[in-house]
């Protein structure tokens, strides 16, 4: 099947293969209305009724958008294009996509209303974040040519980037050279962004000369090239790239002094970096919050406390309430500058704020704690600062736990604690280190159970291997004891048998018999 691009300004369609084909930034353009007869706008204040604070309050997915626009209608309010494009973005600020998306079908279904391509662009992109790659190429192909033009290339682009497909953002590239549609920055920072996250840092040159060949790059291609630099450890790049900025006289903004600072502070430059965290903290305003945890960290990185408390009690004067995000990266700095009892008074602190159980937060303090007061306060602040007041611990709460056991040489409770871990996760990722933690400890008490244990639990995990068979085995020589039908589990789990293997089957036949292992029964 073909996946075509149409472009208005051409005579005749261009056709896209649909293996060519990536997601959008644009938003949906405005287009004006009759007004309307009772209140129908997307937001409002003052505490009245409208369209937007029905939207918004749905919260719940199983919620429909839909029902509460036809209801809306019913009652005889208008529903104009303007208004719900406006909702729409909100919505996707708010990370409600499902919500979004309804909005934009509902939209496509209304004669009254004219979609334009950024519309589309917007409609592929709240698609492929909630039905997926393939439902967002579908959506295109059945577009109409017309448009199939520059935003809704671009939002297929950013959509490939996300997936990581190089093949086919490359492809859709290719294409949209073909068709004109390069004639701004935006998919080559969509390309850069991906070489980026990939690794291709080779590939991030030729990337840029073509955007300079088709445009000119813009402040996003400049921090990208930064990123990249600063992923390489490219400081003298780096440096050149800013000088170029001055001279095209693009105007740096924060992320920019960020991502400079950071690689001054790799290279122990730091008088330039604090000259240049200075400047970063003079763009910092309520309009970019997040980037005043941004300038906490650096600082840390510096060692400047006393900034960072500035900083800190600078966010609590302007801002209502501080978020957990927040929290975290001021938790983080103090335990960075190994001030752990401000540290703690700051979680005291978040503990009366914050309803949001959000076990990133103390487990910043549980980590401390195992690594540095011992495991009796780090059972104590588990016990009683999380699980008696409802927050749930994550596989990194039993992670840090598993890991304290470990380093006192408590195999019961650090196996329990691994256990309780993986079954908190629907997919672990196999952590190598851990692992071989657990199971030399196990060995080397020549635990045979727990190791039957463990190889139990591991399978479960979808992670059994040659190595867990053989670590079992050391556990049964160490023991003195002969292990029952290792080959046949071995078979029966797909697991191959090595040299080490043999060597250890034939050390432990020797052996007085063991207990017959449940696995098989």
């Known amino acids: 099947m073909m996946i075509r691009v149409g472009r208005i300004s051409l005579a005749a369609v261009r056709y896209f293969s649909a293996s060519a084909v990536a997601v959008p930034v644009a938003e949906p353009s405005k287009a004006s209305s009759s007004p309307a007869r009772k209140n129908s706008g997307g937001g409002g204040g003052g505490g009245r009724d409208t369209l937007g604070r029905r939207l918004l309050s749905l919260v719940y997915t199983k919620r429909s958008a839909v029902i509460a ?13 303007y208004e719900l494009n406006r909702i729409v973005r909100e919505l996707r600020k708010l990370r409600r996509y499902k919500h979004a998306l309804e909005v934009c079908e509902w939209m496509t ?22 039905r997926g790659l393939n439902s967002a190429e579908k959506f295109f192909e059945d577009l109409p040519d017309r448009m199939r033009g520059q935003p809704t290339c671009t939002a297929l682009l950013h959509t490939y980037v996300q997936h ?66 600063n992923a390489q450890g490219d400081t003298e790049t780096a440096e050149k790239v800013v000088l170029e900025l001055k001279k095209a ?58 900034d960072i408390n500035r900083v800190w009690k600078k966010m609590k004067s302007m801002f209502r309430k501080l978020n957990d995000s927040e929290y975290n990266c001021m938790i983080s700095s103090l335990l960075k ?16 704020v914050s309803s949001t159980g959000d076990t990133r937060i103390p ?25 008696e007041k409802g927050i749930i611990p994550s596989y990194t709460s039993w992670e840090l736990l598993t890991w304290g056991y470990s380093h006192m040489n408590q195999v019961n409770k650090a196996l329990e604690c691994f256990k309780k871990g993986l079954a908190s996760v ?46 079992l085995l050391r556990t049964y020589a160490k023991a ?35 207990e017959v292992s449940t696995y098989l029964s």
């Not at 809306?72 to 294009?81: D, F, Q, S």
């Not at 960020?258 to 305003?285: G, N, P, Q, W």
């Not at 487990?363 to 699980?387: C, H, P, Q, S, W």
């Not at 030399?440 to 727990?450: F, L």
């Open 363 to 387: 487990n910043l303090i549980l980590a401390a704690y195992v690594n540095g007061k011992g495991m009796k306060t780090a059972e104590d602040f588990f016990t009683k600062r999380m699980v």
């Open 109 to 130: 279904l209304q004669h009254d209303i004219k979609l334009l391509e950024g519309d589309y662009a917007v409609h592929l992109d709240l698609i492929a974040k909630i």
């Open 337 to 352: 500058l190994n001030d752990l009892e401000d540290a703690e008074k700051l979680y005291t602190e978040w503990e009366s």
């Open 480 to 514: 003195g004891k002969m292990p029952m039908i290792v080959a046949e589990r071995m078979k029966k789990d797909n697991v191959a048998l090595n040299e080490e293997t043999h060597e250890l089957i034939k050390t432990t036949s020797k052996m007085c018999v063991g």
């Open 69 to 81: 626009i036809n209801k809306w209608k019913e009652e005889g309010h208008l529903v104009r294009k």
């Open 426 to 471: 629907k997919k672990w990722d196999f952590d190598e280190k851990i692992v071989g933690t657990v199971c030399g400890m196990v060995e080397e008490r020549g635990d045979v159970a727990g190791a039957e244990d463990l190889l139990a639990v591991l399978r479960d995990a979808g992670h059994v291997s040659t190595e867990m068979y053989n670590s």
């Open 249 to 306: 006289k693009v105007s740096a903004d924060w992320v920019t002094f960020s991502l400079l600072t950071s690689m001054y502070i790799k290279t122990a430059r730091f008088e330039d970096a604090l000259l240049s965290v200075k400047e970063m903290e003079k763009m910092v305003s309520r309009k970019v919050r997040v980037a005043y945890s941004s300038v906490i960290s650096l600082y840390t990185g510096l060692g400047k406390k006393e």
């Open 164 to 229: 990581k497909d190089t093949s086919k953002a490359e492809a859709l590239m290719k294409k949209m050279s073909e068709c004109g549609f390069l004639k701004y920055p935006l998919p080559f920072n969509h390309m850069i962004s991906l070489y980026i996250s990939n690794g291709q840092f080779e590939k991030v040159p030729e990337v840029l000369h073509n955007l300079k060949t088709n445009t000119t790059p813009d402040i996003v291609t400049y921090n990208l090239w930064l990123t990249a630099c």
